[in-house]
């Protein structure tokens, strides 16, 4: 029997064994998982073989098991395979000591290793449990790693400047890689002025570091000179590049910036500096202006910053609507099953024109009391009138109301520290916290109040980085230089950014509790996100799931115009005929006038395609252009139309 043959034979009967264990049967549904996890492993190996430079990426559901079958997946690599070796990575600290924890159960203890801050060997029992509430399983050196044949590292140490410790396993790549969770790609080091002035004076005063406070004196004088450069057109962004900085590349200032990063004060940041430094003598660097401003703005620097290596697989639920798989010719998305949404209800909120106006952000508001105290007011009342007493709800809103205490910001759990409203066990988390976590699977309706928006400066530093080209070195920066920028790309990824969030932490309750045969656990869902998106995205990210109609949302985004507002018209509409003067009476917009721009919108024509809906042009007085169903303009090509 090849090796091959074993992996798989091996694979199959450790799934077995794991869902014996856990008292289970290997549904349908479950075996397909598996499947999928072991097609990616075995494609990974093959590329590994063949020096193939790429991930296979999973994206099975949320609460598919996919970490549990690429468990097994190691496993059996072990067991099959002599002299293989893999790494798992984790998002968090805690995510590594259940995954060690869970690998105990599969592979010999000789064989298995675990490094983060919370496992070093070098620190004591009783400095581990003050700082991190729980107490490891074991503990290792990091020199240490490359002698175990698998080992649990987080993403950050992989990433970092001792990665290497990870990615080894006697003097060899190692066979098999798994990363859970989606990593950052692109480091993103976004800086002004002041801040490299605080480091500087950090590094005289605290750290008495000389030469890197004649650096950081070098690295104000140098953007101080950027920032007073008149803009020369209507472009927001300029390329940057600075060689003249030898000490950032120096082993002192990597050590400085891995100690400080993820850490950071807002007062004072060492690893972003140093970071912005080290991308501008490659180029990888760029100003972005203040809106309507002629001079000054952020600096902002981007490193590719994930090893693509052979033998890699990936999982993350969202892999597939996250923008990089469509941009990133590394990523190779594998077959997975899809779950079935049928039990999850979907309604769209408006809040009160009084509370946010129309095409208002949030972020816009939560800045000053008056404006966010009757937005926290009226999130507590839309939890009241969409829920029963004795339920548990999740509730997402942005970082800064739970910062100034509009929302209770400490209750982050169902547990004695639930905050109650009026009966109700309600959990207040904040957008960019949560994913992969399983705190909240018995919340029976989850709220997602506004959208998680990156400043427009780091997707375009984030496109940049995984395109792995320097700012100067490309026309793109400039196509992505305007507020409003069409640029491909750019659209991709900022979609695709805003999709990932919304379909994750909608799954951090009941629905992730997914049924044997492929179906999410009971739960209604409520979103406050941008109308047209959510109306083009809705089938996409919930298949299958009941869609409640807003008649507010609807008036809303009619009444904005534009090439939305007739995407929502012709999307929530039970008509099969809609007229021009139709279209006009009710959005305000003239097809008579801007057809062609507007059946040529990304949601028109998405709107379109999905609805079945032709645009028929009107021909002589009295015979206005119209939309019409697909069933309906087949029903006039053979006659039968009424």
């Not at 694979?11 to 014996?20: D, L, N, S």
């Not at 997946?73 to 995954?99: H, K, M, R, W, Y």
């Not at 916290?433 to 990156?454: M, Q």
């Not at 992730?512 to 999410?520: F, L, Q």
Request: hydrophobic share 40%; glycine share 8%.
């Amino acid at each position: 029997m090849t090796d091959t043959a074993k992996l798989v034979s091996a694979f199959w009967r450790i799934v077995e064994k794991q869902t014996i264990e856990r008292g289970n049967t290997l549904s349908d549904f479950s075996r397909s998982v598996a499947q999928s996890i072991l097609d990616a492993g075995m494609a990974a190996y093959d590329d590994r073989d063949h020096r193939r430079e790429q991930y296979r990426v999973v994206s099975a559901p949320t609460g598919s098991g996919k970490s549990s079958y690429a468990w097994a997946l190691l496993a059996a690599l072990i067991e099959a395979v002599p002299g293989s070796s893999a790494v798992f990575l984790c998002e968090t600290i805690n995510q590594c000591e259940d995954t060690y924890r869970e690998l105990l159960k599969l592979v010999d203890a000789g064989d298995l290793a675990i490094w983060t801050s919370a496992h070093d060997a070098a620190k004591s029992l009783e400095d581990i449990e003050r700082a991190y509430h729980f107490t490891p399983s074991a503990q290792f050196r990091a020199n240490d790693l490359p002698d175990y044949r698998v080992i649990v590292v987080t993403h950050k140490f992989y990433k970092g400047t001792r990665g290497a410790l990870s990615r080894e396993y006697n003097g060899e790549d190692r066979t098999l890689t798994i990363i859970d969770e989606k990593p950052s790609e692109v480091a993103i080091f976004d800086i002004d002025v002041a801040d490299v002035m605080k480091v500087r004076e950090w590094a005289l005063a605290a750290a008495r570091i000389n030469d890197a406070f004649d650096a950081f004196t070098a690295l104000r004088t140098y953007l101080e000179d950027v920032w007073e450069l008149e803009r020369t057109g209507p472009k927001n962004y300029r390329a940057l590049q600075h060689s003249d900085l030898t000490w950032f590349s120096s082993e002192q200032a990597n050590r400085l910036r891995e100690e400080y990063e993820g850490r950071e004060a807002p007062d004072l940041k060492v690893a972003s500096v140093i970071g912005f430094a080290q991308a501008l003598a490659s180029g990888f660097a760029f100003m972005s202006r203040y809106q309507s401003s002629s001079q000054g703005g952020r600096f902002v620097g981007y490193k590719p910053d994930l090893p693509i290596r052979p033998g890699t697989v990936l999982l993350d639920a969202t892999s597939d609507i996250d923008g990089v798989a469509q941009i990133a010719p590394w990523r190779m998305l594998m077959p997975a099953p899809q779950l079935s949404f049928e039990n999850l209800t979907v309604a769209h909120l408006v809040p009160p024109a009084e509370v946010i106006k129309p095409g208002e952000r949030v972020s816009q508001i939560v800045k000053k009391y008056q404006r966010a105290e009757p937005y926290a007011r009226w999130i507590k009342q839309a939890v009241c009138e969409n829920t029963d007493p004795g339920e548990k709800v999740l509730v997402v809103v942005q970082k800064a109301m739970l910062d100034h205490n509009y929302l209770p910001g400490e209750s982050g759990s169902f547990g004695d520290d639930a905050y109650d409203l009026n009966g109700r066990k309600v959990a207040f988390i904040n957008w960019g916290t949560g994913i992969g976590s399983n705190r909240w699977k018995d919340a029976t309706s989850v709220f997602l109040f506004g959208e998680f928006h990156l400043p427009q400066r780091a997707t375009v530093g984030t496109a940049l980085g995984i395109l792995n080209e320097p700012a100067g070195a490309c026309a793109r920066l400039s196509k992505m230089g305007s507020s409003n920028s069409r640029d491909e790309v750019f659209l991709t990824l900022r979609e695709g950014h805003l999709l990932r969030w919304e379909k994750q932490l909608a799954m951090r309750g009941n629905a992730r509790n997914i049924t044997s045969d492929g179906v999410c656990g009971r739960q209604k869902l409520f979103v406050t996100s941008e109308f047209s998106r959510f109306l083009l995205h809705k089938d996409g990210l919930f298949p299958g799931a009941t869609f409640t109609k807003s008649e507010e949302a609807r008036k809303a985004e009619l009444a904005k115009g534009g090439a939305k507002a007739v995407a929502t018209l012709l999307a929530t509409t039970d008509r099969d005929c809609i007229t021009s003067l139709e279209v006009q009476d009710e959005t305000r917009v003239s097809l008579q006038k801007h057809a062609s721009r507007i059946l040529a919108s990304e949601p028109m024509q998405a709107v379109m395609a999905q609805g079945g809906w032709t645009f028929v042009r009107g021909r002589g007085r009295g015979n206005p252009s119209k939309f019409v169903r697909a069933a309906v303009s087949q029903q006039a090509d053979l006659g039968l139309a009424a």
